[in-house]
T-cell receptor
Framework: NAGVTQTPKFRILKIGQSMTLQCTQD?????MYWYRQDPGMGLKLIYY???????DKGEVPNGYNVSRSTTEDFPLRLELAAPSQTSVYFC??????????????FGPGTRLTVL | AQTVTQSQPEMSVQEAETVTLSCTYD???????LFWYKQPPSRQMILVIR??????QNATENRFSVNFQKAAKSFSLKISDSQLGDAAMYFC????????????FGSGTQLTVLP
């Protein structure tokens, strides 16, 4: 299993440009998440999904959009990029239940710089 | 709302020695999970250890163990026989049981291992 994969690994955007960060998991997890990590900080949730067709906002959703058309994929869309969106973005997936680990599995991250 | 506090931004330990990283959390829930994640320079988030709140026994994973004090809402990580590869940022995280929402992360502790 590849686990959680993210593309691209690095990207530089100009102010006002748009892009999509890709995330795919092959563990058949229902739950998927997008976090951002600013320098020296912990991770903050942008959006999450509990299954195909169902998404919800996290702590810091402004300036982002998501979709979940399949169990495997959970792309994050940045519209009108701003310098405040310079960050490292992590995708994660999880399965939730009483007798399983409940931990989240993370992708390798995408480092995004907006100039 | 739940909060997670790591009061030690930086720690250092001599190789082969033992170090303890502190974490406190605030919640009104009785059933939850606690995690320690390691983030090396590669940025990959790696699960180190997990603790279920309903279990009184402290979790252990090889050289890693926790001291879980539920009444005090404290969840410290002990690393024994520290190795150079243990150098990383360590994040404490909380998740309410049965919740599809995110992990709540602390701000992290940067651990340096001195040869």
């Amino acid at each position: 299993n590849a686990g959680v994969t993210q593309t691209p690994k690095f990207r530089i955007l100009k102010i006002g440009q748009s892009m999509t960060l890709q995330c795919t998991q092959d563990m058949n997890h229902n739950y998927m998440y997008w976090y951002r990590q600013d320098p020296g900080m912990g991770l903050k949730l942008i959006y999450y999904s509990v299954g195909a067709g169902i998404t919800d906002k996290g702590e810091v959703p402004n300036g982002y959009n998501v979709s979940r058309s399949t169990t495997e994929d959970f792309p994050l869309r940045l519209e009108l990029a701003a310098p405040s969106q310079t960050s490292v973005y992590f995708c994660a997936s999880s399965q939730i239940g009483q007798y399983i680990g409940n931990e989240q599995f993370f992708g390798p991250g995408t480092r995004l710089t907006v100039l | 709302a739940q909060t997670v506090t790591q009061s030690q931004p930086e720690m250092s330990v001599q190789e082969a020695e033992t170090v303890t990283l502190s974490c406190t959390y605030d919640t009104s829930e009785s059933d939850y999970y606690l995690f320690w994640y390691k983030q090396p320079p590669s940025r990959q988030m790696i699960l180190v250890i997990r603790q279920e709140a309903y279990k009184q026994q402290n979790a252990t994973e090889n050289r890693f163990s926790v001291n879980f004090q539920k009444a005090a809402k404290s969840f410290s990580l002990k690393i024994s026989d520290s190795q150079l590869g243990d150098a990383a940022m360590y994040f404490c995280a909380y998740r309410r049981a049965g919740s599809a929402r995110q992990l709540t992360f602390g701000s992290g502790t940067q651990l340096t291992v001195l040869p």
